[in-house]
């Protein structure tokens, strides 16, 4: 692919640019670093536990992947983490609150840390990643801090790209793989409320060739982008689309969004690493997440979007019964179905 990108001179498009991506060992980053890597660029990975990002720096050449120690709650970080970089994008975000990890730690005033700190060392572009549905009325938490932190990335980079995706999935996902996994052992899959909420699922291949179209081409930066897959699909939909490529049947139970908000508050309070589902995610699951008609959108960048159909069934087969050799025929869309 890195031969493609090359000019007229055999250039490519970031070469030899210096790029700080803040969660860039996250689900987004490590696609994101993949392919800013094939571009040229020089990349600095800023997280909080760079001994967990080593994973990336086969991604690129001898030297052009190194990961740093950055915490986006601590402003020194922050600033050594940016020191000479061109360019800066700051993925950081999370679904869940931990601890000190909350909603406005991060999205809000940790965005707003990270701008101010790029404006202060003469960064040229600037990106933040935020969300569909982010909102500063939102009853999400969670959508609000999203909409929060693209007004600070804004106030102090004016020109920032703010990318705004629908569901993003791939193999590392935290939507399709947790509901697959749900189904491998519970009867039952809940639809919060009657299941109708849309959403737009992205890959996240496609969120990176994104990014990477607005840095390499300036002319195309500076703007809000919503990003979603080429099919819009019910919260219904999804879970049916999810049960046919596990090959397993499961009822498929409408949960009233209180009763819902009900068994997340009891979750929250168990002590799980990671609660199956909260009152946050509540809320947002009761609101579409699709891109606004007249938005900017992948096809604007002239990206041809990969269909959830296409790519998810490459992951999710380890959910099948007896995994990659269960026995799954597919119906005259293509998408697997139980044999």
Do not use: C, W
């Not at 060992?25 to 392919?35: A, C, I, N, T, Y």
């Not at 992947?65 to 020194?76: D, G, K, L």
């Not at 800066?88 to 701008?115: H, K």
């Not at 919060?192 to 496609?206: K, L």
């Amino acid at each position: 692919m890195a031969d493609n990108l090359r000019d007229a001179r055999g250039q490519l498009p970031l070469q030899g640019k210096l790029v700080t991506i803040f969660g860039g060992s996250g689900f987004v980053g490590r696609h994101l670093v993949r392919r800013l890597a094939k571009s040229g660029a020089r990349i600095r990975v800023a997280v909080r536990r760079p001994n967990e990002a080593h994973f990336l720096k086969p991604l690129g050449t001898v030297g052009q992947i190194m990961p740093i120690q950055a915490n986006v709650r601590n402003a020194a970080s922050v600033a050594r983490a940016v020191e000479g970089a061109d360019i800066v994008i700051n993925l950081v975000g999370i679904l869940v609150e931990s601890g000190r990890q909350t909603f406005r730690a991060l999205q809000a005033d940790g965005a707003d840390r990270v701008a101010a700190a790029a404006a202060a060392a003469g960064v040229t572009q600037f990106v933040q990643m935020s969300a569909i549905g982010a909102d500063p009325e939102s009853p999400s938490a969670y959508a609000r801090t999203k909409a929060a932190g693209e007004v600070a990335a804004r106030e102090h980079m004016p020109g920032a790209t703010v990318i705004r995706p629908s569901i993003v999935f791939g193999p590392e996902d935290e939507f399709f793989n947790r509901f697959a996994a749900m189904a491998r052992i519970s009867p039952f899959l809940p639809l919060i409320g009657d299941g109708s909420t849309r959403f737009q699922p992205v890959y996240v291949a496609d969120v990176a060739e994104a990014i990477a179209r607005t840095l390499e081409n300036p002319a195309l930066g500076g703007e809000i982008y919503e990003l979603g897959g080429p099919n819009v699909y019910t919260f219904r939909e999804l879970m049916e689309l999810t049960l046919r490529i596990i090959g397993r049947k499961r009822f498929l139970l409408p949960l009233p969004v209180p009763v819902a908000r009900a068994q997340a508050a009891v979750f929250e309070m168990l002590p799980l690493i990671t609660p199956p589902i909260t009152r946050d995610q509540i809320a947002q699951l009761t609101r579409d997440n699709v891109a606004a008609e007249g938005a900017r959108t992948l096809e604007t960048l002239g990206i041809e979007a990969a269909t959830a159909e296409a790519v998810v069934p490459t992951y999710l087969y380890r959910f099948r019964k007896h995994g990659q050799f269960t026995d799954v025929g597919y119906d005259p869309t293509g998408t697997p179905t139980e044999a």
